[in-house]
């Protein structure tokens, strides 16, 4: 896979931003958790291999809570059940081989310092990368958004240290609460680009990304947006195999072909900012919702934008809902500025969409799906990637009998 020339940290940290939307916009929490615990770890002097590994894990420790509504629980100081998404978490890590190392991390991320844990520890027997992210993490739940911060950290740190000894670490809470003597803590949390922060808090070590690394991410990050509505449980991974197919018989590249691949994987990205109940609404959406959905294509661009090398990759996720007739969202592209691949990709989505059931209706069976593409060729389409499609409808038409459309491309 076209290696090298990526770095890991810039692609976590970009995507690390799919997973704060919030209903009321993004939240940055999981680049100020990986900061604040790369300041703690270092003043506690930890090696930079247990560095390298604290950052990964602390910058998508919440990757277990996919749903809107569960993300705004997270908000408490104390949740009532912590554990289910820590849980969901490293299963999606857990099966990620070269994550497998800091999948302990995010189980225990809110393990309690005095145990009844689920997974059977307590004190410093939690590893203690967990019990750093648990306490900023704790930490930055407190701080009121609409407050000048440097009024605060009093009352925080109060409200910390009632919780150092059961829940948090209390030789942590020692290290955090000097750490956060200096305002200059407290005003990174609120800077404007915490990704400069993060690059600045990372800038002496690499995280450098071989093999199958890029396409394992992309299959982590298209597992929460799949699980974002029982609808879309496979959309992202029928998306990319169709999209990987069309590449093939179009003759592109073994690179780009699989580029094509993390591209359909990643082409939703942005519905994470879309609240589920919109996903999931049984009827036909108000305009107002339908402006709603609009928003991800331009999310999945925004995020993607930031990872150096995706350049390619991006347009061919995030123009998907672009038509040839310029009437297209969210850049209303006139059918010369929409690159080939992304018409593939349009088509990709369209046959998925189409063959997979919706909550207002079931899959279509192939001659009413053909026929709803026929009818948007030429306006929305492009005929050519349609041809290819409609040619070679029976080998897609196998995507749709594997549970998992992947098991083919990826075997
Ligand atoms: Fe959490
Ligand atoms: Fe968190
Ligand atoms: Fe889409």
């Given amino acids: 896979m076209m290696n090298s020339s990526f770095d890991l940290k810039n692609i976590f940290s970009s995507l690390s931003t799919a997973l ?56 408490e100081l104390e949740i009532l059940d912590p554990y289910a998404h820590s849980e969901m978490g490293y299963q999606m890590v857990k099966n990620v081989k070269f994550l497998e190392p800091v999948s302990c991390f995010v189980r ?148 780009d072909s699989q580029k094509m691949l993390v591209a359909g994987l990643l082409h939703d990205l942005g519905k994470l900012g879309v609240p589920e109940k919109i996903l999931e609404k049984p009827d036909r959406l108000s305009p107002e919702e339908f402006r709603l959905i609009k928003r991800h294509t331009y999310y999945t661009h925004r995020i993607l934008d930031k990872i150096k090398g995706f350049e390619e990759i991006n347009r061919w996720a995030s123009f998907h809902h672009e038509r040839m007739d310029g009437a297209g969202y969210p850049f209303r592209l006139k059918a010369e500025s929409i690159p080939i691949p992304s018409r593939l990709m349009a088509v990709a989505d369209v046959f998925s969409a189409l063959a997979e059931n919706r909550p207002y209706r079931r899959g279509l069976p192939g001659n009413k799906l053909m026929g709803i593409l026929d009818e948007m060729t030429g306006s929305a389409l492009d005929p050519q990637a349609v041809k290819v499609l409609k040619d070679n409808y029976s080998s897609f038409e196998e995507l749709l009998e594997n549970e998992d459309p992947l098991s083919q491309p990826l075997a």
């Avoid at 770890?41 to 998508?60: E, T, Y």
């Avoid at 947006?225 to 195999?241: E, G, M, P």
């Fill in 108 to 255: 225990s991320h809110h393990d309690a310092w005095r145990g009844d844990n689920p997974s059977g520890l307590r004190g410093d027997r939690i590893p203690l990368e967990s019990r750093i992210i648990n306490a900023v993490d704790r930490l930055d739940v407190l701080i009121n958004r609409r407050q000048n911060i440097l009024e605060q950290p009093q009352k925080i740190l109060r409200r910390l240290k009632s919780i150092a000894g059961t829940i948090i670490d209390p030789d942590i809470m020692v290290e955090l609460a000097d750490l956060a003597g200096a305002e200059g803590f407290w005003l990174d949390l609120e800077y404007g680009s915490l990704s400069d922060l993060l690059c600045a808090q990372t800038e002496d070590f690499e995280i450098s990304i071989e093999n199958n690394m890029l396409l394992d991410v992309s299959l982590l990050f298209s597992g929460v947006i799949d699980k974002k509505s029982i609808f879309t449980h496979r959309h992202s991974r029928l998306v990319a195999a169709s999209a990987f197919k069309i590449a093939g018989i179009s003759g592109f590249s073994v690179e």
């Fill in 20 to 75: 704060d939307f919030t209903y009321s916009g993004l939240s940055s929490h999981h680049k100020r958790v990986a900061l604040m615990s790369l300041k703690l770890a270092r003043r506690m002097g930890l090696p930079q291999d247990r560095i390298k590994n604290l950052f990964i894990s602390a910058i998508i420790h919440d990757i277990g809570a996919v749903s809107m509504r569960e993300k705004e629980i997270l908000g």
